[in-house]
C-alpha cells in the first residue's frame, strides 16, 4: 500500500521557516520522482515544486523560486520542502505527490496534507 505521511507543518510568522517532510512507504522510493502541491482555502491545487528519482532535477513554481528548496534522502524514502522568507499567501494545505510508473500508467498519489498558516 502506498503511504506518503507529511509532516512539519505549522505556525510561523512572516519571514519564518519552516521545514516540511513527507515519509514515503510501499514503492520503489528511488525511482520515483516526487513533488509537492498547496491549496489554500477556496482556491485550486497550485504546483510548489518537484524533484526526479535521483534528486539531480529540482523544479519550481514562479511564485517560491528562491525561497523554497525541494530535497530528497532515498536511503530514508524522504522528500523535503524547506520553506524560506515565508509570506501570508504560502498559507495553504502542503501535500507530498509521488507520481508512480506502472507499466502501462502513471499514477499520482496524495498523502494527507499538513497545514502550513503564515501570520502577518
Given at each position: 500500500?502506498?503511504?506518503?505521511?507529511?509532516?512539519?507543518?505549522?505556525?510561523?510568522?512572516?519571514?519564518?521557516?519552516?521545514?516540511?517532510?513527507?515519509?514515503a512507504s510501499?514503492f520503489t522510493?528511488?525511482?520515483?520522482?516526487?513533488?509537492?502541491?498547496?491549496?489554500?482555502?477556496?482556491?485550486?491545487?497550485e504546483w510548489?515544486?518537484?524533484?526526479?528519482?535521483?534528486?539531480?532535477?529540482?523544479?519550481?513554481?514562479?511564485?517560491?523560486?528562491?525561497?523554497?528548496?525541494?530535497?530528497?534522502?532515498?536511503?530514508?524514502?524522504?522528500?523535503?520542502?524547506?520553506?524560506?522568507?515565508?509570506?501570508?499567501?504560502?498559507?495553504?494545505?502542503?501535500?507530498?505527490?509521488?507520481?508512480?510508473?506502472?507499466?502501462?500508467?502513471?499514477?499520482?498519489?496524495?498523502?494527507?496534507?499538513?497545514?502550513?498558516?503564515?501570520?502577518?
Amino acid at each position: 500500500e502506498v503511504q506518503l505521511v507529511e509532516s512539519g507543518g505549522g505556525l510561523v510568522q512572516t519571514g519564518g521557516s519552516l521545514r516540511l517532510s513527507c515519509a514515503a512507504s510501499g514503492f520503489t522510493f528511488r525511482s520515483t520522482d516526487m513533488s509537492w502541491v498547496r491549496q489554500a482555502p477556496g482556491k485550486g491545487p497550485e504546483w510548489v515544486s518537484g524533484i526526479n528519482n535521483g534528486g539531480g532535477g529540482t523544479y519550481y513554481a514562479d511564485s517560491v523560486k528562491g525561497r523554497f528548496t525541494i530535497s530528497r534522502d532515498n536511503a530514508k524514502n524522504t522528500v523535503y520542502l524547506q520553506m524560506n522568507s515565508l509570506k501570508p499567501d504560502d498559507t495553504s494545505v502542503y501535500y507530498c505527490n509521488a507520481d508512480i510508473n506502472y507499466r502501462d500508467y502513471v499514477e499520482t498519489f496524495w498523502g494527507q496534507g499538513t497545514q502550513v498558516t503564515v501570520s502577518s
